[in-house]
């Protein structure tokens, strides 16, 4: 069975960091991309940022670039997302998932369960 379980998020006051962790076990985690997806309230969840099984990174919102790095550690089957000057519309809750390859989209059902960041301003 997938699991994937997101830790490390919290309540921040803007210009603070945050560290997400995503651990996975129950699949081969060397082989698949992990993407962060996040959702606040009343919005739809978008992509934030993936890596592929070969380090490749994507990102999906320009307004993370230079502030977001994620990083995996396939021994520890981890995936990390360093989050520095925060800023409160990073309001959301954060979820990681297992795609094949990275996407904007991901329609599987491979995800974490969540875990609430909060950047206050």
């Known amino acids: 069975e997938v699991q994937l379980v997101e830790s490390g998020g919290g309540l921040v006051q803007a210009g603070g960091s945050l560290r997400l962790t995503c651990a996975g076990s129950g699949f081969t985690f060397a082989d698949y991309a992990i993407a962060w997806f996040r959702q606040d309230p009343g919005k739809g969840r978008e992509a934030v940022v993936c890596?592929?099984?070969?380090?490749?990174?994507?990102y999906f919102q320009d307004s993370v670039k230079g502030r977001f790095t994620i990083s995996r550690d396939n021994d520890k089957s981890t995936v990390s997302l360093q989050m520095n000057d925060l800023k409160p519309e990073d309001t959301a809750v954060y979820f990681c998932a297992a795609p094949i390859y990275c996407s904007e989209s991901y329609y599987g059902d491979d995800w974490g369960q969540g875990i609430q960041v909060t950047v206050s301003a």
């Open positions: 890596i592929s099984n070969t380090d490749d990174v994507e």
